[in-house]
């Protein structure tokens, strides 16, 4: 997953990524955490570890795709951002030391194919946080994989690339396939194609919230996306704020 679609991935976005920047600076403003050293989980092209280098977050990239930590690491250097990035799987990741605080956003969580994952990664946040550290993260709904994207076929087109997102949600499993293919061009009438396949598995508020307890964290703030509303049954997205115990 995420290999040719590294370099057509930040032309195809459609993320309000000021939103989010906006969100985590008022939650480390909220619990008292000024810029420090910050571990950005998943964090693909570098999309928030850039903006957050640039406040003066030191940061700590991981990812699991080679190829969209290369595009990260082109664009820091590009800014001469010092940025430490880790091509490591986040059920297994190691680090030097401790950090302040753990962000892993854009529904990271829900390519956690099982419960024994999610643990091991929260397991690893609590042992690599300072204490009272926070980690943020957030979560596609099951409202979302089953109501919003199941059976819906998205198109997106920018710069040369086509892109057709297709999604089929299997409600035994709670499984959502995104079936993506993509078309490329140089001089806008010859094409090459690839295709990738990603899997979300659905966790509900309640099944997190208790892994996460278990892991020896202490909830903070469950809300609505990037915001601090309440969620309600048609949130698509949900935000933890959680804290070391």
């Not at 959502?176 to 009438?189: A, P, Q, V, Y």
């Not at 020896?216 to 915001?227: A, C, R």
Request: charged content about 30%.
């Amino acid at each position: 997953m995420y290999n040719g679609f590294a370099r057509v991935y930040d032309k195809l976005q459609n993320v309000d990524y000021g939103k989010i920047i906006e969100y985590i600076e008022r939650i480390t403003e909220k619990y008292g955490i000024t810029p420090c050293l910050a571990l950005d989980l998943a964090c693909g092209t570098g999309n928030i570890t850039i903006p957050l280098a640039r406040r003066g977050y030191d940061m700590i990239g991981i990812d699991l795709s080679v190829d969209m930590l290369m595009e990260a690491k082109s664009k820091a250097e590009a800014e001469d951002l010092n940025i430490l990035f880790l091509n490591q799987d986040m059920t297994e990741f190691e680090l030097y030391g401790t950090v302040d605080i753990i962000f892993c956003m854009l529904d990271s969580l829900n390519y956690i194919s099982d419960e024994s994952g999610l643990e091991k990664v929260f397991s690893l946040a609590h042992n690599y946080l300072n204490p009272n550290g926070i980690m943020i993260f957030d979560i596609n709904t099951e409202y979302k994989l089953s109501e919003v994207l199941d059976g819906n076929v998205f198109a997106y087109e920018e710069e040369g690339v086509f892109m057709v997102w297709r999604n089929s949600y299997d409600r035994d499993e709670r499984v959502c396939e995104f079936n993506l293919s993509f078309f490329e061009t140089e001089d806008g009438e010859n094409y090459s194609r690839f295709d990738e396949y990603h899997y979300e598995t659905a966790y509900s508020v309640e099944k997190i919230s208790e892994i996460v307890r278990a892991s020896g964290f202490e909830v903070l703030e469950i809300n609505d996306e990037f915001s601090f509303e309440r969620p309600n049954e048609k949130s698509e997205k949900v935000s933890f704020v959680i804290r070391k115990a």
